[in-house]
């Protein structure tokens, strides 16, 4: 079973500008949910998506948003970007919510804002 | 609010056997988990503790005590590839995965 893909793998943008990152979960899973990743912050819970509907969402501001397609693919999407952005986005899929305590992760999307 | 606390470096000698504390304070509470994260990789899923006390996947063990709010991850017979960031997290009552800052353990010759 192919694991869970992430793109781009890196990125650099220029403050202001806004960012769409892409992750496809494990076939079959169809739960999705977005981290952000600093050094020395840990994993910071962005939003999840179950059945093309956000379940939960992260202490992060408006400009972080995401959504889901009916193939369980998702989407985040930054806008108006901030240096203090500059991250690691990392995506994990599980088999459903209840079973989120299990997830499997992408590889990430190492995004850098300039 | 929500918080898990655990060390954040631990040190240990090949063969040797280290503990990583967890404890957390969260709304609502399905179990914890440990994940591993090698520099430059991504998180994979170690174990899952829903109910209190010890689970055993081979070289290494997690404990529970919901009555502590208070967890650890035993790794035993260290190996140098163990050597990475130990991150636990709790699934809160909406399912929800809270991490810790995690643990960066090294394993010295």
């Known amino acids: 079973k192919a694991g869970v893909t992430q793109t781009p793998r890196y990125l650099i943008k220029t403050r202001g500008q806004q960012v769409t990152l892409s992750c496809s979960p494990i076939?079959?899973?169809?739960?999705v949910s977005w981290y952000q990743q600093t050094p020395g912050q840990g994993l910071q819970f962005l939003f999840e998506?179950?059945?093309?509907?956000?379940?939960n969402k992260g202490n992060f501001p408006g400009r972080f948003s995401g959504r889901q397609f009916s193939n369980s693919r998702s989407e985040m999407n930054v806008s108006t970007l901030e240096l203090g952005d500059s991250a690691l986005y990392l995506c994990?899929?599980?088999?459903?919510?209840?079973?989120?305590?299990?997830?499997?992760f992408g590889p990430g999307t190492r995004l850098t804002v300039t | 609010g929500q918080s898990l606390e655990q060390p954040s470096e631990v040190t240990a000698v090949e063969g040797a056997i280290v503990q990583i504390n967890c404890t957390y304070q969260?709304?609502?509470?399905?179990?914890l988990s440990w994940y591993q994260q090698h520099d430059g990789g991504a998180p994979t899923f170690l174990s899952y503790?829903?109910?209190?006390g010890l689970e055993e996947t081979g070289r290494f063990s997690s404990f529970l005590s919901r009555s502590d709010s208070y967890g650890y991850l035993l790794l035993q017979e260290l190996q140098m590839k163990d050597s990475a960031s130990y991150f636990c997290?709790?699934?809160?009552?909406?399912?929800?995965?809270?991490f810790g800052s995690g643990t960066r353990l090294l394993v010295r010759p």
């Open positions: 998506y179950f059945s093309e509907t956000q379940r």
């Open positions: 997290a709790v699934m809160d009552s909406s399912y929800k995965l809270i």
């Open positions: 503790n829903a109910l209190d």
């Open positions: 076939s079959g899973h169809r739960s």
């Open positions: 969260t709304s609502g509470f399905y179990g």
């Open positions: 994990a899929s599980s088999l459903d919510s209840g079973s989120s305590y299990e997830q499997y």
